[in-house]
């Protein structure tokens, strides 16, 4: 695949840390570049799994805090849209590793 026909996946989803017992679970991010394998990267931010809608990869309810999160998972997988768009237009191959250091400015 020439990089003109990069694809990018990106998913959220709950971690439970070790021991866990109950209460909130890590959000992680899931980030594939054209398949290959992925890099798993913490967000930093909790969540009630109770009100974690697996299939939308967001949080259900309407409150301040709850909006603020989903702006939040939005904003991440947007800038993750533009640095897929800025590597696709470089002349190197990269991949799901370099961009996630690109974001915490490691590159």
Not at 2 to 11: H, M, V
Request: hydrophobic share 35%; charged share 30%.
């Amino acid at each position: 695949m020439n990089r003109y026909e990069s694809e990018l996946f990106s998913a959220f989803f709950l971690k439970k840390p070790k021991p866990y017992k109950e209460g909130e679970k890590a959000i992680y991010m899931r980030l594939t570049v054209n398949g290959s394998i992925p890099k798993y990267a913490s967000l930093g931010r909790m969540c009630d799994p109770e009100i974690w809608i697996s299939r939308v990869r967001r949080v259900k309810g309407t409150c301040e805090k709850i909006k603020t999160l989903n702006l939040y998972l939005e904003d991440i997988e947007r800038r993750f849209e533009s640095l897929h768009n800025d590597f696709m237009r470089s002349v190197t191959e990269f991949t799901a590793q370099a961009m996630v250091n690109k974001y915490l400015g490691k590159q």
